[in-house]
């Protein structure tokens, strides 16, 4: 695995009871800016050694070694029979379970490694990078709850893993369970050895994540040591940061990193905008083109339809024209239909298609020539019977001279003249209710022309 000569860090911070709910707090991220961690990658955080309960119940633990310490040793100075003693012990009190000392009887552990190690997994632009270091992280998450359990056992009361922060990093806490000479229960930090030797951790911690491919971090206690004992200089002293003062000075890099961030999204969010209102105005030119393409799409239907009515109307001219068509008439009014003339020619097939062609050009042929036809036909009646009326006239006029003539022959021929004369009068008669039944009044002007020529008439010659 590629180290890239990164070390385990390991530090450790003195801790006091009534500091767990500061801790608390801060594991709840309740006391916390937003710019310390990333509030969207809190919920990755992850508890590995406790429960949620941990803090009170090391608090009540501590009370109860608290006031075990104190019943056994008023039970002690009553076997003895201490009375002052015992009355000065209840004025003051249960005592602490641990001794004073300016580091607190509890230590916090941090577990970590440089953000660059974690990242070095994978390319964290890429699915498969992030999935690396997610395996990463568990692999050394693996580690250190090993590593705690190997060196404090039960002590360890707490642990989690952080993951909303700059940095992936293992908190614990150390609640050193023991007793001293006297027996009493006490809190003990020196029992464990890496406690109590700060470089032998730093050792067995090399040691431990070495499996991971981390090294140990800077031996300077031995270099200065041997530097010590060749009367020469040794490396000057490493101050750690307080805890607090890391978080601060990891919030700030945060806060920076989160302006940046900001001014890169305002900026995004300002293309975005313009880039939107382009699209927008792409989108509005695209709806005015292809309202115009409509608009000359349906003049250009509209002309087609007008050239096909107008084909349709000059097909069917030209269909009458030549007797292929013909008019008749129904309830509707006039019908163009194919004659037997038009069914026969080949040259008709045409005309038939470009009639079929438009239904409105051949409604309006049908009126069109429907109309023409009709004047033509009441025209063509008027003048016939026109001519009728003056024919009856020149018929009136010659029965009349007939008759003239009629009366002189002698009886036997008027006789004779008499019966042909009776089918000539009864067509004169037809014809003349005809010609009434049209509005020719003037043929009542004659003789009814139905009175044969008298064949009794005696000869008067």
Known sequence: MTTNNHPIVLRFEGLRPEQLSRFELHRLRKQMDG???????????????????????????????????FANELTKLKKRKR?????????????DPWRPSKHGPLREVIITAHADWFAAAGDQSTWRGMMAKRRREKHFEDLAIGWLTYNFGEDVVHARADRDEKTYHIHAVILPRGEDQHG??????????????????????????????????????????????AGMKGPDPVNHKPTWKWRQ????????????????????????????????????????????SDAVGAREAAAQDMADEANTVLAAAEGLAEDYFELKENADGPCLAVTETGKASNSAKALIQRVAKSKKGRRRAEGIFGRVWSTMRTRARGEAEEKLGEEFAQIETTREALMDVVKDLPPAIRQHLGTTWKTV???????????RKRGHSAVDGGRSGSTPPDATKPDEK
Not at 37 to 55: S, V
Not at 258 to 268: F, K, M, Q, T, Y
Not at 425 to 435: E, G
């Open 425 to 435: 009068a009864k067509q004169v008669v037809s014809l003349r209710q005809l010609l």
């Open 35 to 69: 710019y310390e961690f990333e509030p969207r990658r809190t919920r990755f955080n992850k508890l590995l050694i406790g429960n949620e309960t941990w803090a009170k119940e090391a608090l009540a633990e501590i009370d109860e070694m608290r006031m075990e310490n």
């Open 249 to 292: 000075e990891v919030a700030v890099e945060l806060w920076s990193e989160r302006v940046a961030l900001n001014a890169r999204s305002s900026d995004l969010d300002a293309r975005e905008t313009a880039v939107i209102e382009a699209e927008d105005a792409v989108g509005a030119d695209t709806a005015k083109v292809q309202a115009r």
């Open 83 to 95: 009375i002052g003693e015992i009355e000065k012990r209840m004025i003051e009190g249960p005592k």
């Open 184 to 229: 009493r229960s006490m809190l003990i930090p020196s029992k464990h050895e890496a406690i109590r030797s700060y470089e032998h951790a730093q050792d067995i911690a090399g040691v431990w994540f070495a499996q991971a491919g981390l090294l140990r971090g800077e031996a300077r206690a031995f270099a200065s040591r041997q530097a010590k004992a």
